[in-house]
């Protein structure tokens, strides 16, 4: 069994900063691209930052220049620094990757469960 667990969400107050991190398990032998979502009550998940797996990125208008993506293969994890953080920046922030599955042996689009990021004084 494949799977992405997050961690780093939590309560921060607006200009705070906070680092979500994205770690795979499983038997996998390798990571396409990377990406965090967000959704908040009532709306659709919406891509905040997405890189491939030769390190492009590209970010949604809204948090361009606040937030960084990054990921390390080798630990087969992944990151997403955010910065300068205001009120409509709360969401449930989601990872997803395609994870090569040995057991399959195909890519799987897979999904963490997400985690709660507040920001709020």
């Known amino acids: 069994q494949v799977q992405l667990v997050e961690s780093g969400g939590g309560l921060v107050q607006p200009g705070g900063s906070l680092r979500l991190s994205c770690a795979a398990s499983?038997?996998?032998?390798?990571?396409?691209?990377m990406g965090w979502y967000r959704q908040t009550p009532g709306k659709q998940r919406e891509l905040v930052a997405a890189i491939t797996s030769d390190g492009r990125t590209n970010y949604a208008d809204s948090v361009k220049g606040r937030f960084t993506i990054s990921r390390d293969d080798a630990k087969n994890a992944g990151y997403l620094q955010m910065d300068s953080l205001k009120p409509e920046d709360t969401a449930v922030y989601y990872c997803?990757?395609?994870?090569?599955?040995?057991?399959?042996?195909?890519?799987?689009?897979?999904w963490g469960q997400g985690t709660q990021v507040t920001v709020s004084s």
């Open positions: 499983g038997s996998i032998s390798s990571i396409n691209a």
């Open positions: 997803n990757a395609g994870l090569f599955s040995l057991y399959n042996k195909r890519y799987l689009n897979v």
